[in-house]
């Protein structure tokens, strides 16, 4: 089983920038797709960004419409990790993010990276608070 492990949360003023790291166990990690959850209290957990697994064509990038700009998602297969910087932080990017996992496949139907039934592994998650 593969174990998933968040970092690099804490408090930051809106406008400010945060990385997030998302460490991963297993040799198959370079197999994987990865994606980014956030879940804000009283809220439903949502899509935040995820990341293909590295083939000859590279690896593709998925962004929630909210995100857009202002985060970025990359992976570095040597250190088994993945990462999200945030950058021009709002008040409601405030929330609790998760990383997660899921043995990436050969085709995606639409929403694929959305649905939160397709991840197959999670993080304990990390909290992220921004300030106004």
Same mark, same amino acid.
């Given at each position: 089983? %593969?174990? !998933? ?6 408090? %930051? ?6 990385? !997030? ?11 994987? /797709? ?13 899509? +935040? ?17 909210? +995100? ?6 990359s992976r570095d297969n040597a250190k088994n990790t993945v990462y999200l910087q945030m950058n021009s932080l709002k008040p409601e990017d405030t ?6 996992? %899921?043995?990436?496949? !050969?085709?995606?139907? %639409?929403?694929?990276?959305? /649905? !939160?039934?397709?991840? /197959? ?6 909290? +992220?608070? +921004?300030?106004?």
């Amino acid at each position: 089983q %593969v174990q !998933l492990v968040e970092s690099g949360g804490g408090l %930051v003023q809106a406008g400010g920038s945060l990385r !997030l790291s998302c460490a991963a166990s297993g040799r198959t990690f370079n197999n994987y /797709d990865m994606g980014w959850f956030r879940q804000a209290p009283g809220k439903e957990r949502e899509f +935040v960004a995820a990341i293909t697994a590295i083939a000859w064509s590279g690896s593709s990038t998925y962004y929630a419409d909210s +995100v857009k700009g202002r985060f970025t998602i990359s992976r570095d297969n040597a250190k088994n990790t993945v990462y999200l910087q945030m950058n021009s932080l709002k008040p409601e990017d405030t929330a609790v993010y998760y990383c997660a996992a %899921v043995r990436s496949p !050969l085709n995606r139907r %639409v929403n694929y990276y959305t /649905d !939160l039934a397709t991840w /197959d592994y999670w993080g304990q998650g990390t909290q +992220v608070t +921004v300030s106004s």
